[in-house]
């Protein structure tokens, strides 16, 4: 039972172009949602997030949307840089579960110079 | 301040055999999760200590275990390990209740 999905296991995107990465959920009692970026050999680093009485949060060229009625989240990336190709996994709690967090499958992202 | 840290970087084992992992968290937080990451499977969710005390459990088998000590240090243990154990282990640190984790750059565990 996967309560959060990445449909998209990779994205290829030309240096410059935005990139979309999308994060689907089914657990209605999720109430915060982050995005971390994984590199090879390296733990996960915390990229941004969203608590769900927004509907978006920017850091740079980093934002974040999130869709309650449709369970869906999108991370954006503008301009995209080659530094950026990663694998990105989106994450989700639940308020009282302490810091348990149910991640996505991860999107491999690779951004063209 | 000095990120996660967790021993070893790299381990191999038999079927059979078990295993015991370390992480040193952030100086100053006193929450520490475990994760593993399987090919295909992200990320799956093993445990959280707190002040030494469990705090949740993932849907792990009991071959899989941990501890905490007073100086916020954890340990994990599987025991009896099987083929399907391969995989990255990583730990994460937290303040308390605050869902920002930082994670050190895990165990890769391989069990043959």
């Known amino acids: 039972d996967q309560q959060v999905k990445q449909n998209s296991p990779s994205l290829s995107v030309q240096e410059g172009r935005i990139s979309i990465l999308n994060c689907d959920y089914t657990n209605s009692m999720f ?17 941004i997030s969203i608590s769900s009485i927004k509907d978006k949060n920017e850091d740079g060229r980093f934002t974040v949307f999130l869709n309650k009625s449709a369970k869906h989240l999108s991370l954006h990336i503008v301009p995209s840089q080659p530094g950026d190709s990663a694998v990105y996994f989106c994450a989700a709690s639940r308020n009282n579960a302490g810091n348990m967090l149910t991640f996505g499958g991860g999107t491999r992202l690779m951004v063209k110079p | 301040k000095a990120g996660v840290t967790q021993t070893p970087r ?103």
Not at chain 2, 43 to 55: G, I, N, W
Not at chain 2, 95 to 105: I, Q, R, V, Y
């Open chain 1, 31 to 47: 109430d915060y949602f982050l995005w971390y970026k994984k590199y090879p050999a390296e733990g996960p680093t915390f990229l």
């Open chain 2, 10 to 112: 790299y381990l191999i084992k038999t079927r059979g055999q078990q295993v015991t992992l370390s992480c040193s968290p952030i100086s100053g937080h006193r929450s520490v999760s475990w994760y593993q990451q399987t090919p295909g499977q992200g990320l799956q969710f093993l445990f959280e200590y707190f002040s030494e005390t469990q705090r949740n459990k993932g849907n792990f088998p009991g071959r899989f275990s941990g501890r905490q000590f007073s100086n916020s240090r954890s340990e994990m243990n599987v025991s009896t390990l099987e083929l399907g154990d391969s995989a990255l282990y990583l730990c994460a640190s937290s303040l308390p209740d605050a869902e920002k984790l930082f994670f050190g750059s895990g165990t890769q565990l391989s069990v043959l």
